[in-house]
């Protein structure tokens, strides 16, 4: 196994347990929609998944929790390559309104990329809060601005994934990164942050102190733009995937802890921020 995960010659073992979508049912009034990073698939958020599905309500009843495989993903890096960004975007509304049916409340979270395509979710349509991990607005790699130019010329780069700290966690990614779906990204940040001040819902944001792949720049242009209240928390001991790294029982215990909250007819956001 790779430091990278299941691979063989490029293409991700058939296993849709880990890399599949997942759906936990739930009677709750809440519904929680959460989005794995670029290149990934959902082995990367399945844990936190679970974490945030056992909150339960005054009644007992748990939130149901969808967590899609993106369009491009969990197959051949050539497959991305021919995705365009509103093709993630499509694949996301269509759990959201799966999610709004069943549910009085809805909650978008995503890790990297999938923060990224939260927070889009979050500018067009009604949601009660949002939890976002490392989300990309902001890549470390300045160059990958250029990758639209490049992708002609250069179809795929080394893999991008496996920046976690924690030494005995991998995760799942492809091991060469197309620059024509670099270039969709680009255009998918550039234009969620345009859409930042449209976010009226609660915002918990975790950031890693350390994070190679995503700028700090991006937390910051949530809390500096959004219009809904955000808390920004600090994760001092995780990389880029804080969902399998150290600080992963933390933001579990506080997105389930929201969740819960919300589903009880509290607040999203805790009144104390300790």
């Given at each position: 196994?790779?430091?990278?995960?299941?691979?063989?010659?490029?293409a991700m073992?058939?296993?849709?347990?880990?890399?599949?979508?997942?759906?936990?049912?739930?009677t709750s009034?809440?519904?929680?929609?959460?989005?794995?990073?670029?290149?990934?698939?959902?082995?990367?958020?399945?844990?936190?998944?679970?974490?945030?599905?056992?909150?339960t309500?005054?009644?007992?009843?748990?939130?149901?929790?969808?967590?899609?495989?993106?369009?491009?993903?969990g197959?051949?890096?050539?497959?991305?390559?021919?995705?365009?960004?509103?093709?993630w975007?499509?694949a996301?509304?269509?759990?959201?309104?799966?999610l709004?049916?069943?549910?009085?409340?809805?909650?978008?979270?995503?890790?990297?990329?999938?923060?990224?395509?939260?927070l889009?979710?979050?500018?067009?349509?009604?949601?009660?809060g949002?939890?976002?991990v490392?989300?990309?607005l902001?890549?470390?790699?300045?160059?990958?601005?250029?990758?639209?130019?490049?992708?002609?010329?250069?179809?795929?780069l080394?893999?991008?994934?496996?920046?976690?700290?924690?030494?005995?966690a991998?995760?799942?990614?492809?091991?060469?990164t197309?620059?024509?779906?670099?270039?969709q990204?680009n255009?998918?940040?550039?234009?969620?942050?345009?859409?930042?001040p449209?976010?009226?819902?609660?915002?918990?944001v975790?950031?890693?102190e350390?994070?190679?792949?995503?700028?700090?720049?991006?937390?910051?242009?949530?809390?500096?733009?959004?219009?809904?209240?955000?808390?920004?928390?600090d994760?001092?001991?995780?990389?880029?995937?804080?969902?399998?790294?150290?600080?992963a029982?933390?933001?579990?215990?506080?997105?389930?802890?929201?969740?819960?909250?919300?589903?009880?007819?509290?607040?999203?956001?805790?009144?104390d921020?300790?």
């Amino acid at each position: 196994m790779s430091s990278r995960g299941d691979w063989h010659n490029g293409a991700m073992f058939s296993d849709q347990q880990r890399h599949g979508p997942l759906h936990l049912p739930g009677t709750s009034s809440v519904g929680v929609l959460l989005l794995h990073g670029f290149t990934a698939t959902t082995a990367s958020v399945r844990d936190w998944a679970h974490a945030v599905h056992e909150a339960t309500d005054d009644a007992g009843a748990h939130p149901g929790v969808r967590v899609p495989l993106l369009p491009g993903h969990g197959t051949r890096w050539e497959e991305l390559a021919e995705q365009p960004w509103q093709a993630w975007r499509d694949a996301v509304d269509e759990q959201y309104w799966a999610l709004r049916r069943e549910h009085e409340h809805v909650v978008v979270g995503g890790l990297s990329m999938g923060g990224a395509l939260a927070l889009h979710t979050a500018a067009r349509r009604e949601v009660s809060g949002v939890l976002l991990v490392n989300p990309a607005l902001s890549l470390v790699n300045r160059m990958a601005r250029f990758s639209h130019l490049a992708s002609p010329v250069v179809a795929s780069l080394p893999g991008i994934g496996g920046d976690v700290k924690k030494e005995d966690a991998l995760e799942s990614t492809y091991d060469r990164t197309p620059l024509a779906a670099v270039a969709q990204l680009n255009v998918l940040m550039h234009r969620t942050v345009r859409m930042l001040p449209a976010i009226t819902a609660p915002t918990v944001v975790f950031r890693s102190e350390v994070d190679h792949i995503v700028s700090g720049d991006s937390a910051d242009l949530v809390a500096e733009h959004s219009s809904g209240e955000v808390r920004v928390v600090d994760l001092q001991n995780s990389y880029h995937v804080a969902t399998l790294d150290h600080d992963a029982p933390l933001l579990e215990r506080i997105s389930r802890d929201a969740v819960q909250r919300l589903s009880r007819g509290e607040r999203f956001l805790p009144e104390d921020p300790s």
